[in-house]
Each structure stands twice: as C-alpha cells, then as structure tokens.
C-alpha cells in the first residue's frame, strides 16, 4: 500500500503541543520583545478576549462546560492544521514519509527551543519556568465559572502593578521584572514557611 493514513499520529503530533506558538503583537511565544510597549487597553483586552470567545451565552461569566467545548474546538483546529502540514502534497492522506518528515521536523523545532530557554535560563540565573500571566483564568472557588468583569479588574490591576514608571504603558522589560520580582518574592515566603518555627 503506497498511502497510510495516520490520523492517530497527526493527533498524538497535536496533542503533545506540536502547535506553533501564536503571536501577539510585539510577543514571541507568550513572551513580549524587551523593546514593545503596551497600553493599558491593549494589555487588558489581551488577557479577557480569551474569556469573551469563550462565553457562548454571553452571560458575562465563562462555566466549566463553555471552557472545556471551547477547549476541545480549538484541538480540532489543531489537528486540521496539524495534518494540512504534514499531507505535504495535499492528496488527503498522510503517508508515513510525511509523518515522518513532521516528527523529525518537530524533534529539531523543540531542540532549538529548549537551547534557546537554556540561554534565557542563564541570562536570568535560574530554570526556565514559564511564570505565565492568564488574569481571570481560573474558576471561582465554588467551581461555577469565570466572571469576565472581575478578570478584567485583576487585568487592571496587574497592569497598574507592572507599570513601574507610571506612563501609561507596560514593556517587556517591566513585565520580566515584575515577573521576576513575583518569583523571588513567592521563593522568599516559601523559604520562611519550611523554616522550623523556635
């Protein structure tokens, strides 16, 4: 047989987070360039438009079922993309050439991106972790959903706190600093919650 269909690859490919990275404007990979600048308005609405997408009942408030059915739309896009790229001569079917060609792809995509974390790791003196900002992404307490009106003033006011010289805008400089204050703060409290009390 000439063709394999390999659609298990192409989702085991998709769900191990072969996805590219999508882009902001003046970020790369989640992460803003040093130089870009954002305005409050701008930096707000990134973090709730997530959100807005999500409330299919525009009640204002994002429930556990909206966020795992919009969860699973964007998979299924990831797995159409997924496989456009890897049927390179769009025939329909993924022959195990192909599949091959996009795993190996993969493998040296997530090479050069671990040596790339490795040098930003050094530049920073610790591990590459990810301090991921997502305001308002987590559930309510009572596991009833996420209130888009309340991520938007956590949004406000994680700005405010970033905005080191007050102009109105943050850069990636004073979000990495602000990032880098939380951790060693959060390092801080942990270190004085293990020391044994005297």
């Given at each position: 047989?000439?063709?394999?269909?390999?659609?298990g690859?192409?989702?085991?490919?998709?769900?191990?987070?072969?996805?590219?990275?999508?882009?902001?404007?003046?970020?790369?990979?989640?992460?803003?360039?040093?130089?870009?600048?954002?305005?409050?308005?701008?930096?707000?609405?990134?973090?709730?438009?997530?959100?807005?997408?999500?409330?299919?009942?525009?009640?204002?408030?994002?429930?556990?079922?909206?966020?795992?059915?919009?969860?699973q739309?964007?998979?299924?896009?990831m797995?159409?993309?997924?496989?456009?790229?890897?049927?390179?001569?769009?025939d329909?079917?993924?022959?195990?050439?192909?599949?091959?060609?996009?795993?190996?792809?993969?493998?040296?995509?997530?090479?050069?991106?671990?040596?790339?974390?490795?040098e930003?790791?050094?530049?920073?003196?610790?591990?590459?972790?990810?301090?991921?900002?997502?305001?308002?992404?987590?559930?309510?307490?009572?596991?009833?959903?996420?209130?888009?009106?309340?991520?938007?003033?956590?949004a406000?006011?994680?700005f405010?706190?970033?905005?080191?010289?007050?102009?109105?805008?943050?850069?990636?400089?004073?979000?990495?600093?602000?990032?880098?204050?939380?951790?060693?703060d959060?390092?801080?409290?942990?270190?004085?919650?293990?020391?044994?009390?005297?």
């Open positions: 047989m000439k063709t394999m269909i390999v659609l690859g192409v989702a085991a490919l998709a769900l191990s987070g072969a996805a590219i990275a999508q882009t902001n404007d003046g970020q790369r990979g989640g992460r803003m360039d040093p130089d870009a600048r954002l305005s409050q308005a701008e930096f707000v609405e990134q973090r709730v438009a997530r959100l807005t997408a999500m409330d299919a009942n525009g009640d204002g408030v994002v429930s556990r079922e909206e966020m795992q059915a919009h969860r739309a964007r998979m299924g896009e797995r159409g993309r997924m496989f456009e790229r890897m049927d390179t001569n769009s329909g079917t993924v022959t195990r050439s192909e599949y091959d060609a996009a795993h190996e792809q993969r493998r040296e995509g997530m090479t050069e991106r671990r040596a790339e974390r490795g930003a790791s050094e530049r920073r003196g610790g591990r590459g972790h990810r301090g991921g900002q997502r305001a308002g992404m987590r559930l309510d307490r009572d596991g009833q959903g996420v209130n888009i009106e309340q991520a938007r003033q956590r406000v006011e994680q405010a706190a970033m905005d080191a010289n007050g102009d109105g805008y943050v850069t990636g400089a004073e979000m990495r600093a602000h990032r880098e204050a939380r951790r060693a959060h390092q801080a409290r942990r270190a004085d919650r293990r020391q044994p009390a005297e």
